[in-house]
């Protein structure tokens, strides 16, 4: 039994609706969230030397579950965290290192032994949409609306990208196990807030109308049968 089953929430690396982020962080331009949880079952992928977990608006789990396997109630509420200590509190950087709040017992949780080793160390950086303007027309806006100057303008900060987790040899992609690789590719591609597919890595577009994410599955479905042929 896990924090996500105890709290009856969202699963692990259940990607969220790309609308569904906006309702939820209204004043949130984008966000990225570097997570290094350390403890047993989160060993780094081969050839890390740590484990590092990226995720932006569109990926981060509300609860991450501790896989220590005897620990009761155990995890980390990451939207919790990021919804009072980072957004409501106006972080552009935010750094903590939190200890799983489960505790180590039997495994239904009747007896207790102590608390959990396991901790996460949370690194966040957020824009958020800068309202310059209070008026009739101040209305939450985005990117399309801002080129049109209604007043609203992203906070020019720095988005600094590493390529620790987007951009890995070929060895390290073999030995992946199937979530990794899902994790691996939920940072890889990435649908933003204004429903476009771009890559996580480098930031650039793959497609933009469901024409095009159409046309790339089909490209796909064609050269698969070429992949992993040696
Ligand atoms: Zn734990």
């Given at each position: 039994?896990?924090?996500?089953?105890v709290?009856a929430?969202t699963?692990y690396?259940?990607?969220?609706?790309?609308?569904?982020?906006?309702?939820a962080?209204?004043?949130?331009?984008?966000?990225?969230?570097?997570m290094?949880?350390?403890?047993?079952?989160?060993?780094?992928?081969?050839?890390?030397t740590?484990r590092l977990?990226?995720y932006?608006?569109n990926?981060f789990p509300?609860i991450?579950d501790?896989?220590?396997?005897?620990?009761?109630g155990g995890?980390?509420?990451?939207?919790?965290?990021?919804?009072?200590?980072?957004?409501?509190a106006?972080q552009?950087?935010?750094?903590k290192?939190i200890w799983?709040q489960?505790y180590?017992?039997?495994p239904?949780?009747r007896?207790?032994?102590?608390p959990?080793?396991?901790?996460?160390?949370?690194?966040?950086?957020v824009?958020?949409?800068?309202?310059l303007?209070?008026?009739p027309?101040?209305?939450?806006?985005h990117?399309?609306e801002m080129?049109k100057?209604?007043?609203?303008?992203?906070?020019?900060?720095?988005l600094?990208r590493?390529?620790?987790?987007?951009?890995?040899?070929?060895g390290?992609?073999a030995?992946?196990?199937?979530?990794?690789?899902q994790?691996?590719?939920?940072?890889?591609?990435?649908?933003?807030?204004?429903?476009?597919?771009?890559s996580g890595?480098?930031?650039y577009?793959?497609?933009?109308?469901?024409a095009?994410?159409k046309a790339l599955i089909g490209y796909?479905t064609?050269?698969s049968?070429?992949?992993g042929?040696?």
């Open positions: 039994m896990k924090l996500s089953e709290e929430n699963k690396l259940t990607p969220r609706a790309p609308s569904t982020f906006k309702k962080y209204p004043t949130v331009e984008t966000i990225r969230v570097e290094r949880p350390v403890g047993e079952g989160f060993e780094p992928f081969a050839n890390m740590e977990e990226i932006n608006e990926t509300a991450i501790c896989r220590n396997p005897r620990c009761y995890g980390l509420q990451l939207d919790h965290l990021i919804r009072w200590s980072v957004v409501e106006k552009t950087e935010y750094e290192t799983c489960g180590e017992g039997s239904k949780g007896s207790k032994h102590g959990c080793d396991t901790y996460f160390t949370v690194k966040v950086s824009v958020y949409i800068k309202k303007h209070d008026g027309h101040a209305v939450s806006t990117q399309d080129s100057g209604t007043g609203y303008k992203p906070v020019s900060k720095t600094t590493t390529l620790e987790v987007a951009a890995v040899d070929i390290t992609m030995k992946m196990s199937s979530e990794e690789y994790t691996y590719l939920r940072n890889t591609f990435i649908v933003d807030h204004h429903g476009i597919l771009k890595a480098a930031g577009p793959l497609a933009v109308t469901r095009q994410a796909l064609e050269i049968p070429t992949i042929e040696l």
